[in-house]
């Protein structure tokens, strides 16, 4: 079985680009545009984050390379939206490890994966930058994950 076989039949909403028209502020249309995207917003499952993290630099028996693909392309929208989130606070200017994490995780994700060990490798190199990442959001923003199983990610009082 190749890779290319064993991917995903339906892309994720973050690979697709779909260009962004302007709407004035203060109308009818741009209050609507924000209400219908608060409502298809879902914060970031940092629970099943952790999770997969866990499962593919601690487990001992590596995921199946079918399994691989997948998690190689939940790892690479993961990244792409902490990083978005990362950037988008202006009140929290990025270090130049959070700038080198999302550069090399971007430079990682974008990278085939192939069969074996070589896709194992590069899931692990992912994962681990991931984890840096969200570490680095989590010391510099002043976030605080919840252990205990909930996906939550509470912001804890801190002056910028």
Same mark, same amino acid.
């Given at each position: 079985?190749?890779?290319?076989?064993?991917?995903?039949?339906? #892309?994720?909403?973050?690979?697709?680009? *779909?260009?962004? =028209?302007?709407?004035?502020?203060?109308?009818?249309?741009?209050?609507?545009?924000?209400? *219908?995207?608060?409502?298809?917003?879902?914060?970031?499952?940092?629970?099943?984050? #952790?999770?997969?993290?866990?499962?593919?630099?601690?487990?001992?028996?590596?995921?199946?390379?079918? !399994?691989?693909?997948?998690?190689?392309?939940?790892?690479?929208?993961?990244?792409? %939206?902490?990083?978005?989130?990362?950037?988008?606070? %202006?009140?929290?200017?990025?270090?130049? !490890?959070?700038?080198?994490?999302?550069?090399?995780?971007?430079?990682?994700?974008?990278? =085939?994966?192939?069969?074996? #060990?070589?896709?194992?490798? #590069?899931?692990?190199?992912?994962?681990?930058?991931?984890?840096?990442?969200?570490?680095?959001?989590?010391?510099?923003?002043?976030? %605080?994950?919840?252990?205990?199983?909930?996906?939550?990610? *509470?912001?804890?009082?801190? *002056?910028?």
């Amino acid at each position: 079985m190749t890779v290319a076989e064993a991917a995903p039949l339906a #892309t994720h909403p973050l690979s697709l680009h *779909s260009p962004e =028209r302007h709407v004035p502020p203060g109308t009818q249309e741009f209050y609507e545009d924000v209400l *219908s995207r608060l409502r298809a917003w879902k914060p970031l499952p940092v629970g099943e984050i #952790t999770a997969t993290l866990d499962r593919v630099l601690e487990s001992p028996d590596p995921p199946s390379d079918r !399994e691989l693909v997948y998690i190689h392309w939940q790892l690479r929208s993961w990244h792409k %939206r902490l990083s978005t989130i990362v950037l988008a606070d %202006r009140r929290f200017h990025p270090t130049a !490890e959070t700038c080198w994490l999302i550069e090399n995780g971007k430079a990682i994700g974008d990278l =085939r994966i192939g069969d074996g #060990t070589w896709g194992l490798g #590069t899931v692990r190199r992912l994962a681990s930058t991931l984890l840096g990442l969200l570490d680095e959001a989590a010391r510099t923003h002043g976030l %605080r994950v919840d252990d205990n199983g909930d996906e939550e990610v *509470s912001r804890t009082r801190r *002056s910028p």
